[in-house]
């Protein structure tokens, strides 16, 4: 069945450090992929998404882009802030359905 | 906006006891609700999808009168684990959406579940 695999945390950097954390998924067809981030305390948001391959997703500094080559959705940001520190999940889902389906969470720590 | 909440954030209980969990949309009418639970340092995995007024559907996999799901209204679903085990433990989260707000689905904070 699908899946998404993301890298294990934490993801610890200094303010202002390049963020990259991997997310690579298994599906049939061409599935929408997804990056949720999860502050303390709070729920799930949608950070951003992609529709269809090679579609770059940006939001706040964010960006990924849909690779099926490599069926890949890395998530970048070139300046990371004390304030992004939070859970970052992948996720993916077919066409025309609500389904998501989760990486385990990437846990990132930004320190001043 | 698009906020929802859910209650408690974390509870405690025996063995054999049943438990509810509140999953509230504040300022939007959520047509479709879910439910996901989460065991540690593993993946979001979705339990059941519920519309609101008619039964939910569940997952394969997940026992449809182990696990009680009611979407009464346009702003509440709630989750009850009835006979709970030590096993079932773990993190719910629910999200809703609505059709007038697009596909995007927002998530509440989540409730830890532990029985002893």
């Known amino acids: 069945g699908d899946s998404v695999t993301q890298m294990e945390g934490p993801v610890t950097l200094s303010e202002e450090a390049f963020l990259t954390i991997n997310c690579t998924y298994t599906?049939?067809?061409?599935?929408?992929l997804f990056w949720y981030v999860q502050y303390p305390g709070e729920g799930l948001q949608l950070l951003l998404k992609?529709?269809?391959?090679?579609d770059k997703g940006s939001n706040k500094g964010f960006e990924a882009t849909y690779r099926k080559e490599t069926t890949s959705f890395h998530l970048e940001k070139g300046s990371v802030q004390v304030s992004d520190s939070a859970v970052y999940f992948c996720?993916?889902?077919?066409?025309?359905?609500?389904?998501?389906?989760f990486g385990t969470g990437t846990r990132l720590q930004v320190f001043p | 906006g698009a906020v929802v909440s859910q209650h408690p954030s974390r509870v405690i209980c025996k063995s054999g006891t049943s438990v509810k969990i509140e999953c509230r949309s504040l300022?939007?009418?959520?047509?479709?609700m879910f439910w996901y639970r989460q065991f540690p340092k593993q993946s979001l995995m979705l339990m059941a999808t519920?519309?609101?007024?008619?039964?939910?559907?569940?997952e394969q996999g997940v026992e449809k009168d182990k696990f009680l799901i009611n979407h009464a209204s346009l702003t509440l679903s709630t989750l009850t684990v009835t006979s709970a085990h030590p096993e079932d433990s773990s993190f719910y989260i629910c999200?809703?959406?609505?059709?007038?707000?697009?596909?995007?689905?927002?998530f509440g904070p989540g409730t830890r579940l532990l029985v002893l």
């Open positions: 300022d939007f009418q959520a047509t479709t």
């Open positions: 992609a529709t269809k391959a090679d």
């Open positions: 519920s519309n609101e007024g008619s039964k939910a559907t569940y």
């Open positions: 996720a993916l889902s077919q066409y025309n359905t609500d389904k998501l389906i």
């Open positions: 999200s809703a959406k609505s059709l007038r707000l697009g596909e995007t689905q927002y």
């Open positions: 599906a049939t067809g061409y599935p929408s």
